[in-house]
Nanobody, 121 residues
Framework: QVQLVESGGGLVQPGGSLRLSCAASGSWFSIYDMGWYRQAPGLQRELVADITFGGRTNYADSVKGRFTISRDNAKNTVYLQMNSLKPEDTAVYYC???????????????WGQGTQVTVSS
């Protein structure tokens, strides 16, 4: 089994910062891209940022310059540093990992349980 466990969400004032972490555990052949998505009430889940195993990053336009994604491959962990937070960043944030369980299996998306981020004064 594969588990993704997120931490670091919470309530923060506009302009503040939060750091999310997501640790993958279990057994697999290889982990590929890891990323963060978010879903606000009444809206579809959207990509926030993702990062390849080699460290190439991709960001949604709405978070460029404010959020930074990084990963520690030795710890199977991905991070999201969120600065200059805005009320519109309020959402449940989900961790995602693209994993191949065995040499012969297909790559599969795995998801964390989600962590709430609320930006409000």
């Amino acid at each position: 089994q594969v588990q993704l466990v997120e931490s670091g969400g919470g309530l923060v004032q506009p302009g503040g910062s939060l750091r999310l972490s997501c640790a993958a555990s279990g057994s697999w052949f290889s982990i590929y891209d890891m990323g963060w998505y978010r879903q606000a009430p009444g809206l579809q889940r959207e990509l926030v940022a993702d990062i390849t195993f080699g460290g190439r990053t991709n960001y949604a336009d709405s978070v460029k310059g404010r959020f930074t994604i990084s990963r520690d491959n030795a710890k199977n962990t991905v991070y999201l540093q969120m600065n200059s937070l805005k009320p519109e960043d309020t959402a449940v944030y989900y961790c995602n990992a693209d994993i191949r369980r065995t040499l012969l299996s297909d790559r599969t998306d795995y998801w964390g349980q989600g962590t709430q981020v609320t930006v409000s004064s």
